[in-house]
T-cell receptor, first 112, second 114 residues
């Protein structure tokens, strides 16, 4: 299995909702990432997990809460989001901290 | 702090002609450089990387890139463009800052005309 999967593909949520994004890889990669991408812009790094421990948090607001339950799974818990949080959320993994990253197709999030 | 610049928002090339997408970088220490491609409504796909070794790196789909330390550049090239190469291309640099952080350039949209 050489792919990163993300669910759901699309998500519409109100500002008071709680939802979660899920990412899964079965390539044995030990680093996993969350990125936020606005239209026609580059991905912006949010979080990095290395060996299931949070190694980088790019000063992301606390309404975004990452979780890495095991080496194959990465979640992003969402609560009390703002309309400006609407974006494509990309998950990626890499064999180690350095090296090419393998991206999932993303979750298109709309906050109403 | 690391940074990546892609000076061209868009590159237009005719099918069959060579293409170049430019990238310059700024890091302290040794750079780890990457090119990714993104098709509409898709995640990014890895094309090639430079970590160490030969300055000319070959990657997927016939793409190659040349690492030039003196000019701090890592331009993406292909000898003969295909219409299907039309996409958004991102140059990226990674550095160990207590965790490996990757910064992407702004992206260059490539249009290949038949």
């Amino acid at each position: 299995d050489t792919e990163v999967t993300q669910t759901p593909k699309h998500l519409v949520m109100g500002m008071t909702n709680k939802k979660s994004l899920k990412c899964e890889q079965h390539m044995g990669h030990r680093a996993m990432y969350w990125y936020k991408q606005k239209a026609k812009k580059p991905p912006e790094l949010m979080f990095v997990y290395s060996y299931e421990k949070l190694s980088i948090n790019e000063s992301v607001p606390s309404r975004f809460s990452p979780e890495c339950p095991n080496s194959s799974l990465l979640n992003l818990h969402l609560h009390a989001l703002q309309p400006e949080d609407s974006a494509l959320y990309l998950c990626a993994s890499s064999p180690r901290g350095i090296g090419e990253q393998y991206f999932g197709p993303g979750t298109r999030l709309t906050v109403t | 702090a690391q940074s990546v610049a892609q000076p061209e928002d868009q590159v237009n090339v005719a099918e069959g002609n060579p293409l170049t997408v430019k990238c310059t970088y700024s890091v302290s220490g040794n750079p780890y450089l990457f090119w990714y491609v993104q098709y509409p409504n898709r995640g990014l796909q890895f094309l090639l990387k430079y970590i160490t070794g030969d300055n000319l790196v070959k990657g997927s789909y016939g793409f190659e890139a040349e690492f030039n330390k003196s000019q701090t550049s890592f331009h993406l090239k292909k000898p003969s463009a295909l219409v299907s190469d039309s996409a958004l291309y991102f140059c990226a640099v990674s550095q160990n800052t207590g965790g490996f952080k990757t910064i992407f350039g702004a992206g260059t949209r490539l249009f290949v005309k038949a």
